[in-house]
């Protein structure tokens, strides 16, 4: 059988930083990274593709804020929805295009997908996520009246909304996920860390204004739906320890020993490398193989050529 990888897509996969981010140029990106992503299909291997949403979800809260005085603006949920709606979308016509050209069959769908979270998770006693625009300390107390918002002071630049980052509990549509998978499909999933929803003790969900982390809820898609390999692809080839000094050295292949006891002396840091490393960690602990590096390294990377490679040591059988 085929194996199933899990792939999650970083910011770079979908605009470049340096570009205006009009919709033709994010097409260009996702077209170019999809020429990537089928490359993977071509060697045969099952894709369930999960990706970030930050900036696009960033500007269509600024959208909304905007233009609240003409059109009711919507929850933060809501707006996940759409942006899964509109990334999928790009996604799924570059990825099928490329495939056409490159004469391979399949079919690509996209899921909204809403993530499990608890009202008990510790971040939301202390939301850490800084999300929309900036505001004086007096329209951010106005703010935080009408409209009960957590607002925080963000270094010298104002004052900003703040809203948890809850761990994932469970992919909600991990079953549909995993059969669309096994029967040839591939599958766009979990987009901006999937819609977050608590669950109440009769079983009915609520979306809840909060945001989680994509590499996390990557790794649990990966666990929920049995992967085989889940894979963070991101901007650079490898996870470096003293990153950026001049003693930094590329991680290859690790046990999950050796990058738990990096991790322990703090080689990440806490918004970019960190929850990618504890991702790639967690899915290794279920059994899996994790895989971070970069986009275009993804076909030499699961050939274990390249990239930074976390997995369980196997076990050596004896034979006596
Ligand atoms: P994405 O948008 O793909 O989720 P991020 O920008 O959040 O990516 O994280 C990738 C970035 O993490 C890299 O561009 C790199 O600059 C930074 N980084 C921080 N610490 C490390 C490290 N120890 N090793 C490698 N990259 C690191
Ligand atoms: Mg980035």
Redesign the pocket.
């Known amino acids: 059988m085929s194996k199933t990888v899990v792939v ?6 979908i605009q470049q930083v340096d570009q205006e981010p009009t919709y033709e140029n994010q097409l260009k990106k996702v077209e170019k990274s999809c020429q990537f992503l089928s490359q993977l299909v071509k060697q045969g291997y099952r894709l369930v593709i999960t990706h ?1 949403n ?1 900036p696009q979800v960033g500007r269509l809260l600024q959208q909304n804020e905007e233009a609240q005085a003409v059109v009711p603006s919507m929850p933060l949920d809501v707006l996940n929805a759409q942006t899964q709606g509109f990334i999928g979308y790009m996604i799924e016509q570059s990825l099928l295009n490329e495939l056409k050209k490159n004469h391979l069959e399949a079919s690509v769908v996209s899921m909204i997908t809403r993530v499990q979270v608890s009202k008990e998770d510790e971040e939301f006693l202390d939301p850490s996520k800084p999300v929309g625009s900036f505001f004086t300390e007096e329209e951010a107390k106005e703010l935080q009246e009408s409209k009960l918002w957590d607002m925080k002071k963000d270094a010298n630049r104002g004052w900003r909304r703040v809203v948890s980052s809850p761990k994932p509990i469970c992919i909600l549509e991990a079953e549909a996920i995993r059969e669309l998978s096994e029967n040839n499909n591939i599958v766009v999933a979990g987009g901006g860390g999937g819609i977050p929803v608590v669950r109440n003790d009769s079983g009915i969900d609520t979306g809840i204004e909060a945001v989680i982390d ?2 996390r809820s990557g790794c649990k898609l990966a666990e929920d739906i049995d992967a085989d390999v889940f894979m ?5 080839n ?4 003293n ?2 000094k001049p003693n930094e050295k590329a991680l290859r292949n690790l046990s999950i020993e050796e990058l738990e006891a990096y991790i322990k002396n703090g ?3 806490k ?6 490393v504890e991702a790639a960690l967690q899915f290794a602990k279920t059994g899996g193989t994790s895989i971070i590096c970069a986009l275009d390294q993804a076909e030499e990377a699961l050939q274990g050529k390249t990239g930074t490679i976390v997995k369980p040591v196997e076990k050596r059988v004896t034979v006596s």
């Open positions: 999650a897509l970083g910011g770079n996969a970030g930050g994509k590499d963070i692809l991101t901007d650079v490898h996870v470096y320890v990153y950026g080689h990440f840091s918004g970019s490398m960190g929850p990618k």
